[in-house]
């Protein structure tokens, strides 16, 4: 960001954008004196002008990823407070789209894959592979939704993530406890769980974690 | 069907990609991907809406009660008596729905002589056929002898056109009666009977007179009650 000399004024001219972020990952109309998720888009925004280089590709994706992931975590540590739930865009953001340019699309594809690579050996590590989590997801939007916040709710308690971690099997019975859902319902769909709880519990995969399109309720 | 995902596997013909929605999905395409790149996937199936699913199956489960209803209501219904009498309940289809043995010999026919879901034709030959086996159909039910197998019939258009020639073919007697004509004829002389009964000989007294009873009772009151209304002044 060297040619941006003044950061204020890049990040005035910018408030639109971050505006327009956050406010469509929380679904609602925001209001910069009273929402704590326009301050976290904010910092957000700030971070990515400060870890910003040119092999990150597009400057704005970049922000949004970071806007999007911030605001995520912020979403998961007020769990008590937002339900989270994917949504399918059907309208393509044709204006972000055209906005970046081949190279840009290369490097962010790039970084990608690196980030699928690193995921796919995580996941292996499990006994998993990607054409075992195809019949392990729900197509059921419900069913993905509740997933997601049970995968929130475990990322955020550290003692189950490291056991998960250190055993490589989901403490079925502790996560029961904890989310107050059947045993059968987490043993079924254990494969997505472990999946979902490695994107969003580890920061190393922060362009797969932007990439879904989790929104929040109330 | 559009899905738009990043491709998390690529093994040159098939593709598993991530979607917004958080869904693994796998895809055939002849594109080559690359790993890490967002892929628009637009499918061939066409998705049937919900609506459409629970109009075509309240539909469906409509027309099978209604198939049902129609398979199993009695249309008619065929007695079969040689010595073991059998009564055939039919639906609008020719098909036997209900088989009532009416005597010990006919359970021991039916214990062997399966009819029940054939059709009508079908069965009566099987049942004649069995009777015969069983020798409940003996030489005096051929032609040219006093005995003869007895059906009755009750309801409309039975076609019995297939029965009757192998009947013809086997040279048996038979003796055909529709009970609507045994009814008609029952009908005729409860009637009469009843005439009989109700013509009471009060009746039959005034139907000598010419004159309606009706008129005879009515008129003379009201005559009675004109003449009372008149005034006795005017008359005066």
């Avoid at chain 2, 729905?97 to 034709?121: F, G, H, R, T």
Wanted: proline share 3%.
């Amino acid at each position: 960001m060297d040619i941006i000399s003044n950061r204020d004024e890049f990040i005035i001219e910018n408030k639109p954008f971050i505006y327009k972020t956050a406010s469509n990952i929380c679904k609602r109309n925001l209001q910069w004196e009273n929402d704590d998720e326009l301050s976290i888009a904010l910092i957000a925004f700030n971070k990515a002008i400060d870890t910003y280089n040119n092999e990150k590709g597009n400057f704005y994706s970049y922000a949004k990823m970071l806007i999007k992931n911030s605001l995520i975590d912020y979403f998961r540590n007020n769990s008590s407070k937002y339900t989270l739930y994917f949504i399918d865009e059907q309208i393509i953001d044709i204006q972000n789209k055209n906005s970046l340019n081949q190279f840009e699309i290369d490097i962010e594809n790039k970084i990608r894959a690196q980030e699928i690579y690193d995921f796919s050996r995580r996941l292996k590590e499990f006994g998993i592979e990607f054409k075992d989590l195809i019949k392990s997801s729900p197509s059921h939007k419900d069913t993905r939704n509740e997933l997601l916040n049970v995968a929130i709710k475990i990322s955020m308690n550290e003692d189950i993530v490291n056991l998960l971690y250190k055993s490589k099997q989901l403490p079925i019975k502790k996560i029961c406890l904890l989310t107050s859902k059947k045993e059968k319902f987490i043993e079924s769909w254990r494969r997505y769980l472990i999946s979902l709880i490695i994107i969003l519990s580890d920061d190393s995969f922060k362009y797969i974690k932007s990439y879904l399109n989790i929104k929040a309720g109330d | 069907m559009i899905k738009k995902g990043i491709v998390m596997d690529y093994d040159g013909k098939n593709a598993v990609l991530l979607t917004e929605s958080g869904e693994f999905i796998s895809i055939k395409t002849k594109e080559k991907l690359s790993v890490g790149q967002e892929y628009v996937y637009k499918s061939k199936v066409k998705i049937i809406p919900k609506q459409f699913l629970i109009a075509a199956s309240v539909i469906l489960v409509l027309f099978l009660s209604l198939f049902y209803n129609l398979y199993y209501t009695v249309y008619a219904s065929v007695t079969v008596s040689i010595n073991p009498e059998i009564r055939l309940d039919i639906n609008r289809f020719d098909r036997i729905i209900n088989v009532v043995p009416l005597n010990e010999d006919a359970k021991n026919l039916l214990s062997e002589a399966k009819v029940k879901y054939k059709k009508l034709d079908n069965g009566l030959i099987l049942i004649v056929n069995k009777a015969k086996e069983k020798k409940y159909i003996n030489n005096e039910y051929y032609e040219g002898n006093p005995k003869s197998i007895k059906l009755l019939v009750d309801g409309k258009n039975i076609n019995l056109t297939k029965f009757y020639k192998e009947i013809k073919k086997q040279k048996l007697n038979l003796n055909t009666l529709d009970i609507k004509n045994i009814k008609k004829n029952d009908d005729k002389t409860k009637l009469e009977k009843k005439e009989n009964k109700i013509i009471p000989p009060s009746i039959k007294k005034s139907n000598d007179v010419p004159i309606p009873s009706g008129k005879k009772i009515v008129r003379p009151k009201y005559k009675a009650k004109k003449e009372k209304s008149v005034p006795k002044g005017k008359n005066k």
